[in-house]
């Protein structure tokens, strides 16, 4: 069977960015309606209040059994929508330029409270923030949704000060980071937490990270300081990039930003196999998998609906015998997927080979009982 994905048309109605706003109330999400977003209150200990966290997860969360990694969005309220139609377009198997993954937007109470060290005070509300989502959120997002363990942090402007210090205070949390227009300069707080960053990275020769640096038509200072230390102290393994965006300002510059980061983080994902009517080989995309698991530290597996419609596409190419292998593997990486074996068995039933494609289809028709279409096939087949 088929599987159809909602495309999403990736566009921008406007940016209102919750910069300077100390008390910022969170946005709703009431009228945003794909069934693949919720939102959910969770109580802080750390920062004795409660949060609103949004959620969007792939479209085919629900159907499959597959693992995501996570994009967590500071100034969640900005940036939910335009990011959440972004990643669907950009990880969509004919697109295929990013992983699938689950978005984790965070609202803003008060933001300058959160996102900003204090140094010389018994209360840093960057700690309690930091801690909120280092012993609260992520635990909470591990335990109810499929997750893999690795991590991605946006971060706008004063955001990007707290995604600095968040890295060198919990250096496991994230694994690739987005910095937009951080601000990271102009006060004794900020320049400690520069100060300290610098020193970590002396320390830490190891670091695996991936950042991406961005800025627009403004002041410099930051990100220079930013990158400065970067190219002076950063481990060969810590992969980084810096974008300047003369054409845009403080508040235009983040869509265009998020687009490039998620294509620096995900340099290498990108496969143009759609475009190929040659034979594709399930051994090269496997090889092609097993490099990305490398690269970014956990097991990656190709989708079950990125080999679904690459099997289709060798059908519609008439190469029968690599298509079967297609629908194989799938089934072994998702045995308890109804729409593995309908799509083995109209492989079958194409090839002549009618006992297999029935066997797959009442399969089918086992795990899901209202597979209609598994069923006109088995009326289908009986009767020829």
Known sequence: MKTQIHKFIVCICGLFLIFSSENAIAQTIDSIPPANQQQFLIHSKAINEDRTIWIHTPPEYNASTDTYPVLYLLDGGSHFKYVSEMVD???????????????????????????????DSKEN???????????ELVPYIDKNYRTQPYRILEAHSLGGLFGIYANENA??????????????????????VMEEYALYLKKN???????????????????????????????KSFQWNYKEYKEENHFSVPYKSMYDGLR??????????????????????EEHFKKLSSEFGYNINPTEDFINQL?????RFKHIDEAIEFFKQNIKLHPNSFNVYDSMGEAYMINGQKSLAIE???KSIAINPQNENGKEMIKKLKNE
């Open 89 to 119: 377009f950009l990880s969509d198997f004919e697109t295929n330029f990013i992983s699938k993954m689950i978005i984790v937007a965070i609202p803003n109470t008060e933001r300058g409270r959160d996102f900003t060290p204090i140094f």
């Open 125 to 135: 509300g960057a700690d309690n923030f930091l801690h909120f989502i280092k012993d």
């Open 171 to 192: 250096p496991e949390l994230f694994q690739a980071s987005i910095f937009i227009s951080p601000a990271l300069t102009g006060d004794k707080n900020r320049d400690k």
């Open 205 to 235: 020769k190891q670091l695996s990270r991936k950042f991406f640096v961005s800025i627009a038509n403004e002041d410099k200072q930051a990100v220079d300081l930013l990158t400065k230390q970067l190219k002076m102290f950063a481990s």
């Open 264 to 285: 620096f983080i995900y340099k290498d994902w990108h496969t143009e196999v759609f475009l190929n009517s040659n034979k594709i080989l399930y051994k090269d995309i």
């Open 311 to 315: 099997g289709y596409q060798q059908l």
């Open 360 to 362: 797959n289809y009442e």
